[in-house]
């Protein structure tokens, strides 16, 4: 038995609060027993584009070459390589079928490198159903999002402004001399 894969199982999550706005984004990790959640959001950006950085995100986090299956609620992503749409855009040069750019190229290409020294598939899994994994990581991309916004839009809170302590002791007489 020569150097097999470890089998991950990826479960990734986009979200944005507008479509464009501040997005978010998470990917838990599964190996065996081990799990591994990490998070993050960006200020102006796209549901698609948190959808594919989580992916780039998950697959990044792993530190050697692994077998991985990729668990997403997007039909963006999954449909993408399971229906052969990057192959057709990169053979088409990052063309659609109608001829216009390939929106987020820069992370498909991205995507594409990551990708390289794993062997990934991808599942689609329903969203926002009873799929724990999936709930998890919606939770986890709002609450960078939130996260995000609060570190951008810190609520200060001003103390009322009290008069200055004055001491009002008189300093006893000093003579000349003593």
Wanted: neutral net charge; hydrophobic residues 35%.
């Amino acid at each position: 038995m020569g150097n097999q894969l470890k089998e991950i199982a990826l479960y990734t999550d986009g979200a944005c609060s507008g479509n464009p706005g501040p997005g978010g984004w998470a990917a838990i990790l599964k190996f065996g027993n081990h799990v591994k959640e990490i998070s993050g959001s960006m200020p102006q950006t796209t549901n698609n584009r948190m959808e594919l950085f989580a992916v780039i995100s998950g697959l990044g986090a792993l530190k050697q070459s692994c077998n991985v299956t990729v668990f997403s609620d997007s039909s963006y992503v999954v449909d993408a390589f399971n229906k052969k749409w990057v192959d057709n855009w990169q053979r088409n040069g990052w063309k659609t079928a109608d001829k216009k750019p390939v929106e987020n190229q820069d992370l498909w290409r991205l995507l594409l490198l990551t990708m390289r020294k794993h062997q990934v598939q991808y599942e689609k899994v329903p969203g926002h159903a009873d799929h724990e994994e999936n709930n998890r990581c919606d939770f986890l991309a709002k609450e960078a999002i939130k996260e995000y916004q609060q570190t951008m839009n810190p609520v200060i809170q001003v103390e009322p402004k009290q008069q200055p302590i004055v001491k009002t002791d008189p300093l006893p007489d000093i003579k000349a001399g003593e």
